[in-house]
């Protein structure tokens, strides 16, 4: 009866196939099969579906930094600090007041 085994290289690849026969306690190569086939055949486009004619070009973002993700961080930030100013204008107090921060007293450093 024999065992066939596979020989992996570092990558984890097969690379030979080998059997074993248990009586002479020795390996030798298999002979090769011929790799099995088959067809792929692509699946075809709903109706209405339209290909594109041209592939859009994206520009690589500089550092991470896009254009339109630094427009909508801009006017988040802008929106947020007129919404603080409307607080502190309305309440009359600060913002750092308001969240329980003693202000006012400076550093308080002994010289």
């Not at 306690?25 to 099969?33: D, E, F």
């Not at 790799?35 to 991470?64: C, D, I, N, Y």
């Not at 254009?67 to 750092?96: D, H, P, Q, Y």
């Amino acid at each position: 009866m024999a065992t066939s085994s596979t020989i992996l290289s570092s990558s984890l690849l097969p690379t030979r196939v080998l059997t074993a026969n248990p009586q002479t306690q020795q390996l030798h190569p298999a002979p090769r099969r011929r790799p099995g086939s088959f067809r792929v055949q692509a699946a075809k486009l709903p109706a209405g579906v339209v290909v594109p004619k041209v592939e859009p070009k994206l520009k690589v973002p500089f550092a991470g930094f896009t254009r339109t993700a630094e427009i909508w961080n801009s006017r988040a930030c802008m929106i947020g600090l007129i919404g603080t100013f409307i607080v502190e204008l309305i309440l009359n107090k600060g913002i750092l007041q308001l969240i329980g921060v003693e202000i006012g007293k400076g550093l308080d450093i002994p010289l």
